[in-house]
C-alpha cells in the first residue's frame, strides 16, 4: 500500500495554551469494538469511535469478511455481526495501511476460521514484526507464508477446529494476547494466556461486556487469562471514551509552554494504560483529575493541566508496558526538564512504527537536545524549563507519534521546528492540529 504524498508542516511557537477541548476516541478500544461487534449476532452500536486511518482499516477488513459496518449521519457507527465462527473468505487482500493493531488482531480472529487471507501494508507497517503472534497461533494450527522475517505481505491459512493452547507471552504485549484470546473465541475448549508483565486488559473487558467467559487470576507466573471458546457474543452499545496516547501530546504541552492551562475532556484512565500521567507526575507535571467517572466499564476523568518546572527523573522500568506508546512524548517533557532524564527497559520502542528510541534521539538531536542513546531506551538532557533551540527538520520515519510529539516541541522553541512529513498523524488523530489551534488560538500553516 504506497504512503501519500509527504506533506511537509512548519510549526511555530506559542503563546499559552488555554481552554476546553476533547481528544478522539481511543484507538485501541475502537479496534476493539469494530471486532468483537463484527462476531456478534445483531445490531451492535459504538458511539465516538476514533476515525483514524488504522481504526477505518479495520473496518475495512471485517467488511471484507462479511459484517455489515455503516457509520450514520448521527456519528454512531452500526455493526451488524456475522457471528462467532462466521467469518467469510475475502475476496481480495487486507490492506492494512499502517496499523499493527489491526493487523496482529485480526490474524487471530482468522486464525480460527477455515478461511484464507493476505494481509498487506505500508512500508513502515511491512518493517514491523508478525512472528511474535504467527508462533502462537501456528501452534493453534494455522499456517503461514510470510515475507522473510515474518513480515507483511504473508498469507494465513485458518483452521477449524483449532487447537486451545497455553502461552506464555515471551514480551509483553497486548497485542500478541488479544490475539491469541481472539483465536480461542472460535476453538473448542480453553485457550489460556499467561503474562508474566501485566499489559492493556481492553480485550478482557469488553470481551466479558459482549457475553464471553473469560477469567483473570493471579499466579506465580503472573496473570492468567483464560477464555472459553465457541462463545456467543451479543450486541452491546459501546461508548469509546478520549484516548490516553493522544491526551498525552496535550497534557505535555501544557506542561512545557508558561502560563498555560487547560482541560482536557473525557480521557480514559485505564491503569493499564495511565503510565504516562504517572511518570509526568513524577517529574512534577500539574495535572488534576476532574469528575472522575466509568464510561463502557473503562475508568474516565477530565484532566486539567497547567504548566509546571520538570524535574529529571529515572523512569521506573515498571511502568513500560502502561505507556509504550508514550515514550516519544515523556522524551519531549525531559527535554524540557532539569537534569537528566533515563529511560530504560523499553526494548519494544525499536520495533514500533519506527525505532522510535532513534528516530527521538535523531529528532531532538536536529532541535538542539543532548541524548544519549541506549539498547533500551534513551538518556535526555534537560535545559531546565527555557525554550529549546529548535530549526530542526525531522524525518517522522512515517511514524505519528514522532510527529505529533516533534509538533508539541515546537511550541517552546526559539526557531520554528519542520516536519518532514505531517500526513501519518492521521492514523491515529486526524484533528490534531486543529486541537492545537483551538488551544493556542493561531493558525499552524504547512511549510512551502
Given amino acids: 500500500m504506497p504512503h501519500p504524498t509527504p506533506s511537509p508542516r512548519e510549526i511555530f511557537a506559542s503563546g499559552p495554551l488555554t481552554g476546553h477541548v476533547a481528544v478522539p476516541g481511543d484507538k485501541s478500544i475502537s479496534h476493539r469494538a469494530l471486532m468483537f461487534s463484527a462476531l456478534a449476532v445483531g445490531e451492535s452500536r459504538v458511539e465516538g469511535l476514533l476515525e483514524g486511518e488504522d481504526v477505518l482499516a479495520t473496518a475495512a477488513a471485517l467488511r471484507a469478511m462479511g459484517a455489515q459496518i455503516e457509520r450514520g449521519a448521527d456519528g454512531i457507527w452500526r ?123 481492553h480485550s478482557e473487558r469488553m470481551l466479558r461486556g ?52 487547560i482541560v482536557v475532556e473525557n480521557v480514559g484512565l485505564n491503569p493499564t494504560r495511565a503510565g504516562i500521567f504517572t511518570a509526568l507526575r513524577m517529574m512534577g507535571a500539574d495535572i488534576t483529575e476532574l469528575n472522575p467517572r466509568e ?69 531532538l538531536g536536529a532541535c538542539g537536545v543532548r541524548t544519549e542513546e541506549y539498547e533500551d531506551g534513551l538518556c535526555v538532557q534537560g535545559n531546565g524549563g527555557g525554550a529549546i533551540a529548535g530549526g530542526g527538520t525531522v524525518r517522522t520515519h512515517l511514524d505519528h507519534r514522532i510527529a505529533m510529539s516533534m509538533a508539541i516541541a515546537a511550541l517552546n522553541a526559539r526557531a520554528s521546528i519542520t516536519l518532514d512529513d505531517a500526513s501519518p498523524i492521521a492514523t491515529s488523530y486526524p484533528v490534531f492540529f486543529q486541537s492545537l489551534d483551538l488551544l493556542r488560538g493561531e493558525t499552524l500553516v504547512p511549510a512551502a
Fill in 79 to 201: 455493526i451488524n455481526g456475522v457471528g462467532v465462527g462466521g467469518l467469510l473468505q475475502p475476496q481480495g487482500a487486507l490492506e492494512m495501511g499502517n496499523s499493527g493493531t489491526s493487523t496482529r488482531l485480526l490474524m487471530g480472529l482468522v486464525a480460527s476460521h477455515a478461511i484464507t487471507a493476505a494481509f498487506t501494508g505500508d512500508a513502515s507497517l511491512t518493517k514491523r514484526p508478525m512472528g511474535r503472534v504467527i508462533e502462537p497461533l501456528s501452534r493453534m494450527g494455522a499456517e503461514f507464508t510470510a515475507y522473510p522475517g515474518g513480515r507483511l505481505p504473508l498469507i494465513l491459512r485458518g483452521i477449524n477446529p483449532a487447537v486451545p493452547i497455553d502461552y506464555t507471552l515471551p514480551v509483553a504485549s497486548a497485542q500478541v494476547k488479544s490475539a491469541v484470546l481472539l483465536a480461542g473465541l472460535n476453538t473448542p475448549g480453553i485457550t489460556r494466556v499467561i503474562e508474566p508483565i501485566a499489559t492493556r486488559d
Fill in 210 to 261: 459482549f457475553g464471553a467467559t473469560v477469567t483473570v487470576e493471579d499466579d506465580a507466573a503472573g496473570k492468567i487469562i483464560a477464555i472459553t471458546g465457541e462463545a456467543e457474543l451479543r450486541p452491546q452499545r459501546i461508548v469509546v471514551p478520549g484516548d490516553p496516547s493522544s491526551a498525552a501530546f496535550l497534557v505535555v504541552a501544557a506542561t512545557i509552554v508558561p502560563g498555560s492551562d
Fill in 295 to 363: 464510561v463502557g466499564g473503562e475508568p474516565v476523568a477530565d484532566l486539567r493541566v497547567r504548566h509546571a518546572h520538570l524535574r529529571a527523573i529515572e523512569v521506573p522500568a515498571e511502568l513500560a508496558p502502561s505507556m509504550i506508546d508514550e515514550y516519544p512524548i515523556l522524551f519531549v517533557a525531559a527535554a524540557f526538564a532539569e537534569g537528566r532524564t533515563v529511560a530504560r527497559g523499553a526494548h519494544e520502542l525499536r520495533v514500533k512504527e519506527s525505532d522510535r528510541i532513534a528516530a527521538m534521539a535523531a529528532a
